[in-house]
């Protein structure tokens, strides 16, 4: 059973998320949070395997309390999804760089939405091709980033960092797999044996890295 902690400062829209998720066997909400300091408080009580985490909040808003979750040793297993209207959203880049696995619009299908929480919880990333290309473009616009920081990336073997590179394009294991003409879990194992060596918890942090790196490359084109 994979457990949800949901937060929105909207009652409304929590119950909403609330009966979707419980309305799935695999799936139990096991906390419900108005603000960012609530969340953090029933995080580490609960121990989610999955936070629905809003940005905008009145008092401890989505991206401190995104921030203080990964970084509790306790809830190293814990998952933070964002949730938002924008994917282009500066907010957004920001709560990937600390330590969110990927976002949702609010917009999306229920579906799409449980998906997603699955994804998530099997140590995957929620990064689609389209959000990966505005991320990248949002990050080449920011006039205070710091030089290339190449050091995480120094202990990845050349076609390590191939494949970084092309995660950071928002390519899925299988698109790598047929761009360098391996299988998909020769793909998959050179993707896990960088985000171990550099890290990371899940492939948004992967992306990250790669960004900072400045591996992400030319921003991919649809």
């Known amino acids: 059973m994979t457990t949800v902690l949901i937060v929105d400062d909207q009652e409304l829209i929590r119950a909403g998320l609330a009966a979707l998720v419980d309305s799935t066997d695999d799936l139990q909400v096991v906390g419900q949070a108005s603000d960012g300091a609530e969340a953090v408080r029933l995080a580490r009580t609960a121990r989610p395997d999955v936070v629905l985490m809003d940005i905008r909040m009145p008092g401890t808003d989505g991206l401190e309390a995104t921030e203080q979750i990964c970084a509790l040793p306790e809830l190293a297993g814990t998952r933070v999804v964002v949730l938002t209207t924008v994917e282009a959203d500066e907010q957004v880049l920001h709560a990937l760089r600390v330590g969110a696995s990927g976002f949702l619009g609010k917009g999306v299908r229920p579906q799409t939405l449980l998906d997603g929480i699955r994804t998530v919880a099997a140590g ?5 091709p389209t ?3 505005a991320l990248v473009a949002n990050y080449r616009r920011r006039a205070d980033e710091p030089r290339p920081d190449t050091a995480a990336l120094d202990a990845l073997t050349p076609r390590e960092r191939e494949v970084v ?5 928002g ?16 793909a998959k194992t050179h993707v896990n044996r960088a985000m171990v060596k ?7 942090q992967l992306v990250v890295v790669a960004f900072r790196g400045g591996l992400g490359g030319d921003v991919p084109q649809p």
């Open 124 to 128: 995957e990333s929620l990064l689609s």
């Open 131 to 133: 959000a990966t290309r």
């Open 165 to 169: 590179a092309l995660v950071a394009e």
């Open 171 to 186: 390519l899925s294991n299988e698109q790598i797999a047929e761009r360098l003409v391996v299988s998909p879990h020769t």
């Open 198 to 204: 550099v890290g990371a918890r899940d492939r948004a």
